[in-house]
């Protein structure tokens, strides 16, 4: 009996210890999870490239994934999932568990967690694709073969596309625009519209950072630095030059006056990316910018709201013509709740 009784204490007091490991594991866990948050550039930009561009600092993660208190479960899973994928799984067996992927539910599954990911916090998934530690599989090579697989098997194919691959998809009202030519520049480089608008409503990607932007009046004198707060205005860059569709024919991205086609005073439904306009050791400068040429879009998914409609020429996303903003962003919004619940 005796025996049987030390044998009792020694399981019990295994059990203690385990669960004074576990304990102190999860306050490890806590203690690491912390918040990152965009910061301003103060002082000139790395970016002395001569183009005018909104941009913002956003510090290369040193761990990854990066988890935060706040992060509902599916995102919190969506992270834990990633790292386990990018640190165990090469790009061989990745690419090949993709190409045996049709529109399944383990597809729909996968779309459900990247768009909350995004989301939750464009900013944090942008630096968390560029992280390239000790990974066997680079995030972003996850994140291009998802788009690519589902502009294959999607039955709607360009707005999952457009839905996804943005991370941000704003109603907004322009404040002010300003155009910028640079004679030395070649095609796209040569100008741009720069746009700082106040957000009417944050469709997709819950924070969106402190811009600051460089206007070069002239390439050889310092930039003018401008800040914007956060979350309650949005800046973004686009070149006419990029090119839209119109008949089935690419044109310059104006309007049928060969006038902008994002005026001062008027509101517009924008899809818009972030994309790295430099890096330094220590950072990566992201700014946002329209990226409707691979849809072949006839408006740069930047639709324009006249008299309380959506412009959309050609029904780029099935939704049907001559519908008000909110019809329009219903049946935007129905598609989107399909996706990520």
């Known amino acids: 009996m005796k025996k049987l009784q030390n044998i009792i204490d020694r399981k019990q007091l295994k059990f203690k210890i385990l669960k004074m490991r ?17 910061s301003i550039f103060a002082q000139n930009s790395p970016c002395q490239n001569g183009i005018p561009h909104y941009a913002f600092e956003y510090q290369d993660l040193t761990t990854f994934p990066k988890l935060h208190t706040d992060m509902d479960f599916t995102v919190l899973i969506g992270y834990i999932a990633l790292d386990t994928i990018v640190k165990n799984v090469s790009y061989f067996d990745f690419n090949q568990f ?25 900013l944090l998934f942008k630096a968390s694709m560029s992280y390239s530690d000790d990974v066997s599989i680079y995030p972003n090579e996850i994140e291009r073969a998802l788009i690519e697989k589902i502009a294959k098997v999607s039955l709607t194919p360009y707005l999952d596309r457009a839905i996804l691959e943005n991370k941000y998809i704003l109603h907004i009202y322009v404040d002010d625009t300003v155009y910028y030519y640079n004679p030395a520049g070649r095609g796209a480089s040569s100008e741009y519209y720069m746009i700082n608008a106040t957000i009417i409503d944050n469709i997709k990607g819950k924070v969106l950072p402190n811009i600051f932007s460089y206007v070069p009046v002239d390439i050889n004198q310092p930039n003018k630095i401008l800040t914007y707060p956060a979350n309650s205005c949005v800046e973004f860059v686009y070149s006419p030059a990029w090119g839209f569709y119109q008949n089935h024919v690419e044109k310059r991205i104006e309007d049928e006056n060969g006038e902008a086609w994002v005026k001062k005073g008027k509101e517009y439904i924008v899809f818009l990316d972030l994309s790295i306009v430099c890096s330094d050791s220590i950072s990566a400068y ?38 008000t903003v909110e019809q329009w962003k219903t049946k935007l919004v129905n598609k989107i709740n399909i996706i990520k619940n």
């Open 98 to 122: 993709m190409k045996r992927q049709t529109y399944n539910d383990t597809i729909k599954t996968i779309m459900k967690y990247y768009y909350n990911m995004v989301d939750y916090n464009p």
């Open 286 to 323: 992201y700014g946002l910018f329209p990226i409707g040429l691979p849809y072949k879009s006839s408006t740069f998914l930047m639709f324009p709201i006249e008299d309380g409609k959506v412009i959309d020429p050609i029904d780029e996303f099935g939704f049907g013509k001559d519908l």
């Open 22 to 38: 576990f304990l102190s594991f999860l306050t490890l866990i806590v203690i690491n999870i912390i918040s990152i948050s965009p």
